[in-house]
């Protein structure tokens, strides 16, 4: 069975904007049955997904954590690093990039600054949305937005996490009207990020970057005058990356 899988997760690799589920099953040689089965297996797993929508079935992001952590230990660059490391020359601060997936987000980069105490986010680890600067621009910015809005957990991480249902919406409102997210010590105490969505042509977020530091190091108003550059460097990354 596992040799099954398999296949079906390769074959699934070749239809980037998804297949249905009897076309792969002829591609894979199994019954319709025995497909399904196995897409429901990777898909508890997070390695396939689903769009109730059109029926179709892709690879999932579980892949894509998985193989960012073999690229960030052999030290793989793709696409954004270049982009990521000149905003951070800029900043002097770390530069973040993460993804939605779900109700979480999923870092995909990190590019340390000179600094010698520094704000992580390791490849392939998961994060809230609610309480991230990088999280609320995924949200803001979501084409189901108004759905994450109503539906995810606001679990108070830290003295300043928004955890009023009417107070997120009122701060997702915000982000998305100025295009801009602050996390001002809502994640973990001592830490604040500023961040921005990273736009497809449909005005959705295919991603979003973020600058942190320690609060001690960094105000509020020193990490908003660092939007215009984190905004350029969006714009630069909205035309590179895959969609």
């Known amino acids: 069975m596992v ?8 074959l699934l690799g070749e239809y980037p904007d998804g297949v249905g589920l ?14 399904h089965r196995l897409l ?3 898909q508890e ?36 690093l270049p982009v990521l490391r000149a905003l ?31 704000i992580r986010g390791e490849p392939g680890q998961r994060g809230p949305l609610h ?3 990088m999280g609320k621009c995924l949200v803001a910015f979501a084409p189901d937005r108004e759905v994450l809005v109503e539906s995810l957990e606001l679990t108070g991480l830290a003295p300043r996490t928004i955890t009023s249902r009417a107070e997120f919406a009122r701060e997702i409102a915000a ?32 991603a979003a970057i973020s600058t942190a530091a320690p609060a001690y190091r960094m105000s509020v108003a020193e990490l908003e005058a660092f939007v215009p550059a984190l905004r350029a460097a969006a714009r630069e990354l909205g035309a590179v990356l895959p969609r």
Do not use: N, W
């Open 3 to 10: 040799g099954k899988a398999l296949r079906v997760l390769s």
């Open 22 to 35: 009897s076309e792969l099953a002829r591609r894979a040689g199994y019954p319709v049955s025995t497909t």
């Open 40 to 42: 429901g297996s990777l």
């Open 45 to 80: 797993q997070g390695f396939a997904r689903s769009d109730p929508a059109s029926k179709r079935y892709a690879l999932g992001l579980r892949l894509f954590e998985l193989g960012q952590r073999v690229s960030h230990a052999r030290g793989f660059a793709g696409v954004a």
């Open 88 to 118: 951070t020359e800029q900043t002097g601060e770390p530069t973040l990039m993460a993804v939605l997936d779900g109700h979480q987000q999923v870092y995909v980069h990190s590019v340390q600054g000179p600094r010698q105490i520094q």
């Open 131 to 133: 309480c991230t600067a």
């Open 175 to 206: 982000v998305r009207s100025q295009g801009y997210a602050i996390a001002d010590e809502e994640h973990e105490p001592g830490i604040r990020a500023v961040g921005v969505p990273v736009l497809g042509p449909d005005g959705h977020a295919i």
